[in-house]
């Protein structure tokens, strides 16, 4: 096996196992547990409001980027996706939870580690064995441009979507 071929094999490797992740979030959000439903309600304790846009939003996203990565299709798109996923979820869940994944309310370990994929994906780019590069496109979706169209796009819609939707519920008054 040559260097490239053992990159485009750990590309191909990374990008399934993310894109695998996104995929079962998006089918555990809308078929199993509580279905939509119970994710819009989950939202809307979180603060996203109205929860069932942003249930349909956030799974949608994840169904349809997980295939995306796992196939190597506009990779830079896909990564952005799950940055912009990840964000919201690291700021609206996770973030006043402490460092580890296993702590009470679920810490910010796991959504810090998808967001570095994403970035690292959008930045490497899907290399070879992939539809970008079957289509000829993926020469020009790596690097500084994957790279700004992956953190930058996941990045820019992440806020938006908070400063749009996000009003947090307040803290119980004390005493």
């Known amino acids: 096996m ?11 490797v990374f990008r399934s196992a993310v894109g695998a992740i996104m995929l079962a979030h998006g089918v555990n959000h809308v078929f199993r547990g509580g279905k939509i439903a119970g994710t819009a309600r989950w939202f809307e ?5 109205p929860g069932i846009l942003h249930a349909w939003l956030a799974s949608g996203t ?3 980027i997980g295939p995306l990565l796992i196939v190597g299709f506009l990779t830079p798109l896909a990564a952005g996706g799950v ?6 979820a690291w700021i609206t869940n996770h973030r006043g939870n402490g460092f580890f994944i296993f702590r009470p309310g679920e810490g910010w370990e796991y959504v810090m580690c998808l967001t570095a994929c994403g970035v690292a994906l959008g ?3 899907a290399g070879q064995w992939s539809v970008d590069h079957a289509i000829g496109i993926s020469d020009n979706l790596f690097g500084t441009t994957g790279l700004l169209l992956s953190a930058g796009l996941g990045g820019a819609m992440a806020l938006v979507l908070l400063a749009v939707f996000w009003r947090p519920p ?5 005493g």
């Open 170 to 174: 307040r803290p119980a008054p004390e």
């Open 62 to 64: 994840e169904l349809l």
């Open 123 to 125: 930045t490497l780019g």
């Open 83 to 88: 940055i912009g996923v990840m964000l919201v």
């Open 2 to 12: 040559t260097d490239v071929q053992a990159r485009d094999l750990a590309l191909l």
């Open 45 to 49: 304790s979180l603060g996203m409001r």
